[in-house]
């Protein structure tokens, strides 16, 4: 019999290629980590220290559907590549980063642009840009028994078949190592904890009834509509 006064929370989770599921702790989110895309939202590309926010576990959203927002009329599309933590740890080095991976998968990082302007302009926070529901559409997440460690390839969005983003993998700033490594020195990493690897630049809005179409290549695809 669990003591808690109110009914626990379940955890929460998101679909695998396999058939199971993968539970999630925490979704750590990089900020601009590919160049194009720090330019085109006004920023110098150069190298200067990542920096990452959150969304919250039930952000993730595996259904297909993105429910259009409220209190925003700019809301934006990124495509991101997946990271899934099967553990973690804090300091943990390059060298042994990637044996804390158990896969990867496509995911959206969708983002109330106004009001993520807004706090930017105020120097407030960004969860109210960034971490609402559903805010986080993902595809099933793949191991890497199958799809090793994708660490270059095409990454690419399409909105109503017309591209939008396109990069590479290999263009990020900070490779999934790095991020892992830097993040466990902030932060106790562990297992359930997922990264959003960055997206490329090509970042706009959506309006309901647009059709998103995510891809990495090596990884797979994801469908997402804008109800
Ligand atoms: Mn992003």
Same mark, same amino acid.
């Given at each position: 019999m669990s003591d808690n006064v109110i009914e626990s929370p379940e955890t929460h989770t998101i679909p695998t290629h396999e058939g199971g599921t993968f539970p999630v702790r925490r979704v750590y989110c990089i900020g601009r980590n590919f160049a194009a895309h720090a330019v085109e939202m006004g920023h110098d590309p150069d190298r200067e220290p990542p920096f990452f926010f959150q969304k919250n576990p039930? =952000?993730?959203?595996?259904?297909?559907e993105f429910p259009y927002p409220s209190h925003s009329s700019d809301v934006h599309h990124e495509v991101e590549l997946l990271v899934g933590l099967k553990s973690g740890g804090t300091n943990i080095t390059l060298d042994e980063a990637l044996d804390h991976v158990w896969g990867y998968g496509v995911s959206l990082d969708m983002t109330r642009r106004d009001l993520q302007g807004q706090a930017k302009k105020m120097g407030r926070p960004w969860e109210i840009g960034k971490a609402f529901e559903r805010s986080g559409p993902v595809g099933p997440l793949l191991p890497v028994s199958e799809v090793?460690?994708?660490?270059?390839g095409r990454i690419a969005l399409n909105v109503n078949n017309e591209l939008r983003q396109e990069g590479d993998l =290999?263009?990020?700033?900070?490779?999934v190592p790095e991020m892992i490594s830097y993040l466990s020195e902030y932060f106790e990493l562990r297992a359930g904890d997922v990264i959003m690897a960055g997206t490329p630049s090509g970042v706009n809005a959506v309006q309901r009834g647009d059709v998103m179409e995510a891809t990495i290549e090596g990884v797979g695809s994801l469908t997402v509509k804008v109800t």
């Open positions: 039930d =952000n993730l959203d595996a259904s297909g090793g460690h994708p660490d270059q =290999n263009q990020m700033i900070w490779k």
